[in-house]
């Protein structure tokens, strides 16, 4: 009823190619928006900042450059954590070096520096494909988490290999507090996902899904093999590489390479699994999952047994119950979580008169 | 068969009553006199022994606290426990949950993790709440005047190396013999595992012995090659600065090449019995470094084995014959200059519950001498420790201790750490980090 695109006519290109061509949604993403520029700095406190909304959004961040590769182009990858830890050490070592350096010049650089290096692992994925890519990949994560722990140039000669991140000040205002690294990384994700949704629909995300459905077919219809792929090793890269910029800068403040970890790469995998391949909405909804449920069954856990159950066995508990979920929500809707959204959209539309 | 469904369902109500009660009742009546510690511990994961060792030891003793003199001058000891799994940003999330429990917010943060640590030192100085590291953590953070809510108790890695260094001389017949000797520092590859080669060089340097550092990657569960190196370097001593299971596995591997055990010396993250008895009769002979003792021999822990695990009271331990173990010593320490340090405070700002502002004072001017550790019944078990505006470490010194197969023996008295060596460079390293982070150095005269 409320969700309904009846009476909703285009009559001009421009308005059957916008990103959103439904007005409800339109209007959802600028509620969202808000809410999340106005309402949630003014309502939020300290802890839901720092440990809930700014490490969500980044690996949201992060999710979606390694959602570009796998679920648009159809490339898979274990390396995502290596390029979120090039972005890292890139942006450290950039503002460190290059005299007025801006942040966010840095970040950008920083994420220019991880697609270079994304370009350099992607160039495999022409000649194998699928799980054989994926071992090449990760390769891509050990070499970088050796190469940023083993040349100490790239920490600065710290002798614990930790770098700490430089103060953010851009325009001489400084993003210092929970609630202004929270806007900072508020707006770069939203730019960033923005830019994503538009990228995809453009001939080269058609390229992409061309080449994730059927390489060779998109081969023959002259689809460039070379140009496609390795564009979206970079793009990937690109946003891993921003997000571990953030990752440092606006969320943890020191890094070492071990933060950026086989493991983290494994959990962005798992956000683009959840959430749902190939879709924006669904890294957003992965790294909500992923990052926020264990964190609820920690509160709730503690919460709930304390006292009664030795504090070992709450933890694995968990741990087990965490597991348990992601086998449930995949049994109940493999595509992931935003496909169960897609599916609530279209029986919205019908409702309350299903045929 | 209808019943156990019935059970079942009806179990699952309760649950989710459970579930709903324990989430709006989660806020807990305040009490206004109870000092509150949080607790960010690692239950789970590759480490998990450490944790539950040493936090079983914490958490023990703030019990035993409570129950025999009912906390801290009648300030009841209130702690929760936060699952960090020893990952950075479950800690920092942890960090932010408890920051602001209890009446008067979390008295500090200990998080026996050097990357949480790392990552807590600038909001944890933000937030005016003392971040202590008992034995890891930053090096350089002894130096107060750059860091004054960051306590590296007792040693830290610098002193740790530069006591090793002596004992090695000790053993060799005094430092001037110690020149033309050839020394392997076997080291796991993490930030943890490197903090030490700069000043392994600097002494190497002055005392004219040759040392070469062999990396282990993490987690280290194969060795061969780096032994197989060891092996054809034939040094006089392997120094083993390694975590979690590399240790076992660096002791068999060197069993299977045919090293002596009793040159090797670990640190004392690899100083535990965890760390032994899995590598069985290859671990004989081995040699550790270790700032306190295992053993159940002392006052303090009669005390909790009186009052915690006695008459049906259950403590925070599963597995009591890890009672007396190193990691769980390990945890005593941990609640012994904790709780010191809030009764040093409350002797200047009065006996109730205080803020991490009021705790880091009460660190900063913590003096433990021999008569109040005998008070404590921790005399041997802890070294004398004070610190000061300048010095947050406060100790400095380290024993060495022989594992003969079934326990540690301890086989040196405390080994003074060589600050020549060591405060110039946490100096030069705090300088670099202020300079860095546009801080500008307390002056501890006017302290």
């Known amino acids: ?355 | 068969m209808k019943e156990p469904e019935a059970i079942s369902s009806r179990l699952a109500w309760v649950g989710a009553a459970c579930l709903v009660l324990g989430v709006v009742f989660s806020a807990p009546a305040l009490a206004q006199n109870e000092q509150f510690i949080p607790m960010a511990d690692y239950r789970i994961g590759p480490y998990a022994a450490g944790g539950t060792g040493t936090y079983g030891g914490f958490i023990d003793y703030l019990d035993m606290l409570n129950s025999r003199d009912g906390g801290i001058n009648g300030v009841k000891l209130t702690w929760e426990e936060c699952e960090t799994e020893y990952k950075n940003d479950r800690g920092v999330e942890c960090y932010d949950r408890r920051k602001k429990k209890g009446p008067t917010g979390a008295a500090m943060f200990n998080f026996r993790s050097t990357g949480i640590t790392y990552a807590c030192i600038e909001r944890a100085t933000a937030d005016k709440i003392p971040v202590i590291s008992i034995g890891y953590g930053r090096a350089d953070a002894s130096d107060g005047r750059v860091f004054p809510y960051v306590f590296p108790l007792v040693t830290n890695y610098w002193s740790q190396s530069t006591a090793k260094i002596r004992f090695i001389g000790m053993k060799s017949g005094g430092m001037d013999k110690l020149k033309g000797k050839k020394i392997i520092n076997l080291y796991h590859g993490s930030a943890y595992g490197k903090e030490t080669i700069p000043i392994l060089d600097l002494q190497a340097k002055k005392y004219g012995f040759t040392v070469t550092h062999i990396e282990v990657p993490h987690p280290g569960n194969e060795q061969e090659s780096q032994w197989l190196q060891i092996r054809q370097a034939k040094p006089d001593w392997v120094i083993l600065r390694g975590w979690g299971v590399m240790n076992p596995v660096a002791l068999k591997t060197a069993a299977k090449v045919g090293y002596p055990r009793d040159h090797i010396i670990g640190v004392w993250w690899s100083g535990a019995e965890e760390d032994v008895t899995p590598a069985g009769d290859a671990a004989k002979g081995y040699i550790a470094a270790a700032f306190h003792p295992s053993g159940t021999n002392f006052p303090v822990l009669q005390d909790i084995q009186k009052r915690v695990y006695s008459g049906g009271h259950k403590g925070n331990l599963e597995d009591m014959k890890r009672f007396g173990s190193i990691y769980y010593n390990r945890g005593v320490i941990h609640g012994i200059l904790n709780t010191e340090a809030i009764r040093t405070a409350q002797a200047k700002f009065g006996k109730k519950p205080l803020t991490g502002e009021q705790v880091r004072w009460g660190l900063e001017n913590l003096n433990l001498d021999e008569k109040r550790l005998k008070e404590l019944g921790a005399y041997n078990l802890l070294q004398p420790i004070k610190v000061s505006c300048m010095d947050h470490e406060g100790g400095g010194a380290v024993k060495f201790q022989q594992w003969d197969g079934k326990q540690w023996k301890l086989i040196s008295d405390w080994i003074k750490s060589d600050q020549s060596i060591v405060r110039p460079m946490v100096e030069e390293s705090a300088a670099a980090y202020a300079k860095e982070k546009g801080i500008t150095p307390r002056d501890c005269s006017k302290e």
């Open chain 1, 1 to 355: 009823m409320i969700y309904r695109e009846a009476g909703q006519f285009k009559s001009t290109y421009k308005e059957d190619q916008q990103i959103f061509p439904i007005r409800q949604d339109r209007i959802a993403l600028a509620a969202i928006l808000i809410a999340g520029f106005v309402l949630v700095p003014l309502a939020g406190n300290d802890y839901w900042f720092n440990a809930i909304l700014i490490p969500s959004l980044i690996l949201a961040l992060a999710a979606l450059g390694l959602n570009i590769l796998t679920g648009y182009a159809g490339q898979l990858s274990l390396g995502s954590a290596g390029f979120m830890a090039v972005g890292a050490f890139g942006a450290y070592n950039l503002m460190l070096r290059v005299p007025h350096m801006p942040v966010l010049g840095s970040f950008f650089l920083a994420g220019i520096v991880a697609a270079a290096v994304g370009l350099l692992f992607g160039l495999p994925s022409l000649r194998i494909k699928g799980f054989y890519l994926a071992v090449t990949t990760l390769a891509a994560q050990f070499v970088i988490e050796w190469a940023l722990t083993k040349f100490a140039w790239f920490s600065n000669y710290n002798p614990s290999g930790v770098i700490s991140a430089q103060k953010m000040v851009i325009l001489g205002y400084r993003f210092d507090s929970p609630v202004r690294r929270y806007v900072l990384t508020l707006s770069i994700v939203a730019v960033l996902a923005l830019a994503a949704k538009n990228l995809v629909r453009s001939r080269v995300g058609r390229a992409w899904m061309a080449v994730r459905d059927m390489d060779v077919a998109a081969e023959v219809i002259g689809i460039p093999m070379l140009r496609t792929k390795l564009l979206a090793f970079g793009v990937s890269s690109f946003y891993c590489g921003v997000a571990g910029a953030l990752w440092a800068f606006a969320y943890l403040g020191s890094v070492e390479p071990q933060a950026f970890d086989l493991t983290r790469s494994f959990q962005i995998l798992f956000m683009v699994i959840v959430g749902g391949m190939g879709s924006i909405l669904g890294s957003f909804l992965g790294a909500a999952f992923i990052v926020l449920l264990p964190i609820f069954l920690n509160v709730t856990a503690h919460s709930l047994f304390s006292g009664g159950v030795s504090q070992s066995l709450a933890s694995n508990l968990e741990l087990m119950a965490f597991g348990a979920l992601i086998i449930f929500f995949l049994a109940v809707e493999p595509f992931g979580l935003a496909r169960l959204w897609q599916t609530g959209k279209e029986k919205l539309r019908l409702w309350p008169f299903p045929h």
